[in-house]
């Protein structure tokens, strides 16, 4: 059974350092050129079994989606789930994880809660 972590900040995800990885507040947009360049980490399902889709993301998109979630001061993920589960038409989101840190996270994404205008930003991307 694993036992609770130490307290975190209200704006923490398990299993990250807070500003660290994906593209939330304060991550570098060339840091997204850089992983397009890149190959997919081996054993990764993007890696290995969906390196088409890496090779052909909008990586243009990508970043302004990522200077979206900047500007709000949340990480993509949050964009990603609260976004979705704020569309009128949407009853649940569903997302896959490997691991309990990545249901924790999926789980705390979901608090975050767009206003109209974020919504209208987000609809414009």
Do not use: F
């Not at 350092?17 to 947009?29: I, L, M, Q, S």
């Not at 980490?41 to 052909?56: E, F, N, Q, S, Y």
């Not at 243009?60 to 609260?82: F, K, M, P, Q, S």
């Amino acid at each position: 059974m694993q036992q609770p972590g130490p307290p975190r900040k209200p704006d923490e995800r398990p299993g990250r350092e807070p500003g660290r990885g994906g593209c939330g507040p304060g991550r570098r947009y060339h840091a997204l050129r850089h992983r397009q360049a890149a190959k997919p980490p081996a054993g990764t399902r993007i890696g290995d079994a969906k390196p088409a889709l890496h090779a052909t993301a909008d990586w243009d998109r990508i970043e302004a989606l990522c200077g979206y979630a900047a500007e709000r001061g949340v990480a993509l993920l949050d964009v990603a789930i609260g976004g979705l589960a704020a569309q009128p038409a949407v009853a649940s989101v569903i997302a896959g994880a490997t691991s309990p840190e990545q249901v924790a996270a999926n789980a705390a994404a979901g608090r975050w809660e767009p206003g109209g205008e974020d919504l209208a930003a987000l609809a414009a991307l």
